[in-house]
């Protein structure tokens, strides 16, 4: 049984950084990150292959996030936050369909840690 328990999520301004991170990350799993909104489907937005040989990032995203894993903790740098990304983020682990954010993919996920952003 994979447990995933995230932390760092909390209330930051727009132009802002935070540092997600999600213990119990399993280095034999593909893992990644998502995030949902009320009212919404959970929307993949990055993720890393067994040993972080790769990543992948969705469009509104890339170039402000950075996805990474050190031992059995899997990261999410986020940079220039805006508040259309602000959500409860959840880390996720599946097979190599979940390098693809494909929710379908993911076998564990974590109970999420929420980050609203001011303007």
């Known amino acids: 049984q994979v447990q995933l328990v995230e932390s760092g999520g909390g209330s930051v301004q727009a132009g802002g950084s935070l540092r997600l991170a999600c213990a119990g990350a399993?280095?034999?799993?593909?893992m990644a990150w998502f995030r949902q909104t009320s009212g919404n489907e959970r929307e993949g937005v990055a993720s890393?292959?067994?040993?972080?040989?790769s990543t992948s990032y969705a469009d509104s995203v890339k170039g402000r996030f950075t996805i990474s894993r050190a031992e059995n903790t899997l990261f999410l740098q986020m940079n220039h936050l805006k508040p259309e990304d602000a959500a409860k983020y959840s880390c996720a682990a599946g097979s190599r369909g979940t390098t693809n954010l494909d929710r379908s993919a993911v076998s564990y996920w974590g109970q999420g840690t929420r980050v609203p952003v001011y303007s």
């Open positions: 399993q280095y034999t799993y593909c």
């Open positions: 890393i292959y067994p040993g972080a040989t």
